[in-house]
């Protein structure tokens, strides 16, 4: 144990905390972050279609499903062949408790293939179903 001098000749203990070491630490963590937040918020491109409603307002993060122009699947970015949707969708522990789920469909995609993905959410136990679509632009503009 480290001891500190005084003026009176006794000796004490020294009770500073060194905290080089957690400055260092907190360093190493923000260039971390730094660099793979970029990484974190590309996305997957897809040509929504345009409605006339106004925008939701949602506090928390949602779960959804994108299907892209070339009919790829992915459940919170992450592709799923569309054999194992059904089995990803009921094993998924934020469907079973939220028993909600985003569709985020491309517009040149054929309406049976987003029926199909949709009747297929309601066999894992989806109950509420939510369309993710464009704003028109005379929405944007008011």
Known sequence: MAFAGDTSGGR???????????V????????IFMVTAPLIQSGVKVDLP???AQQMEHAEEKLV???TRDRRILLAGVEIPFADLEAKLTS???????K?????ADRSLAY???VEIMATARRAGVESLGMITEPDKELRRK
């Open 92 to 98: 998924n522990a934020r469907i079973q408790k939220d």
């Open 24 to 31: 260092d630490v907190m360093l190493v963590l923000l260039i």
């Open 100 to 104: 909600e789920l985003y569709l985020h």
């Open 12 to 22: 004490r203990a020294m009770t500073d905390i060194n905290v080089t070491p957690l």
């Open 112 to 114: 049976g293939t987003v």
């Open 50 to 52: 345009h409605a006339t």
């Open 65 to 67: 499903l994108t299907i």
